[in-house]
């Protein structure tokens, strides 16, 4: 069950950099390099909290598939 909630956390923090990254107009200014390597960067920084969120949510034991 921690897992599960620890998924949900990060879907929601996924969607909100998503949306932001939408707000923004990245969609229509990805083939600029300037723009690309910002959203690179805001990829990889949400990536990083997506793994700092499921660790501190589930703690450090593996996804439980059956019990």
Do not use: C
């Amino acid at each position: 069950m921690a897992s599960f909630k620890a998924i949900v956390v990060m879907a929601i923090w996924t969607g909100i950099v998503g949306y932001g990254l939408y707000d923004i107009g990245a969609l229509e200014n990805f083939r600029q390099p300037l723009w690309a390597v910002g959203i690179g960067t805001a990829l990889l920084v949400t990536h990083l909290v997506n793994m700092s969120i499921y660790f501190k949510v589930a703690g450090e034991k593996p996804y439980e598939w059956f019990n």
